[in-house]
């Protein structure tokens, strides 16, 4: 299971090693990809093939659907780890997530999630002051 935080630079070659710990899981070769509240995505091929899977069988006349698989594919890409275990993050992905050189790398049980520090920052302080609502909200539901 990936979790944990993690502060890290992103390198002037787009470059950004990766925890030892979320190394394991991800594997050598993994997939990164826009993620959704301005960060990036990373996956192990296996869970990647998961998702894949799913949105295959979404309808393809659905402006949604189309809409939301563009976004997820369209900078998606495969990187390797080197032997410093750093990753080539494309231009596209540190833009999408407003990196420039400071970071967080989180585990979220099966993706990693890299986060401008910025960004982070200012989501866990809009959380701190909701996160007991959510939790008892969720936790009515049956989670």
Not at 13 to 39: M, Y
Not at 45 to 66: F, G, M, N
């Amino acid at each position: 299971m990936l979790m944990g935080e993690y502060k890290h630079n992103i390198d002037s070659k787009g470059r950004l090693i990766i925890p030892a710990k979320l190394r394991e899981e991800l594997g050598e070769l993994f997939v990164l990809t826009r993620g959704l509240d301005a960060c990036i995505f990373a996956y192990p091929l296996s869970t990647w093939e998961q998702i894949q899977s799913k949105l295959k069988d979404l309808p393809l006349v659905k402006r949604q659907a189309r809409a939301f698989t563009r976004f997820f594919y369209s900078a998606a890409v495969e990187v390797s780890v080197d032997k410093q275990g750093r990753v080539n993050i494309p231009q596209v992905l540190l833009d999408h997530a407003q990196i420039e050189k400071a970071c967080q790398i989180v585990g979220v049980m099966d993706r990693v999630e890299i986060w401008s520090s910025d960004t982070w920052q200012a989501y866990q302080d809009e959380l701190d002051d909701s996160f007991e609502d959510i939790a008892e909200e969720l936790f009515d539901l049956g989670l």
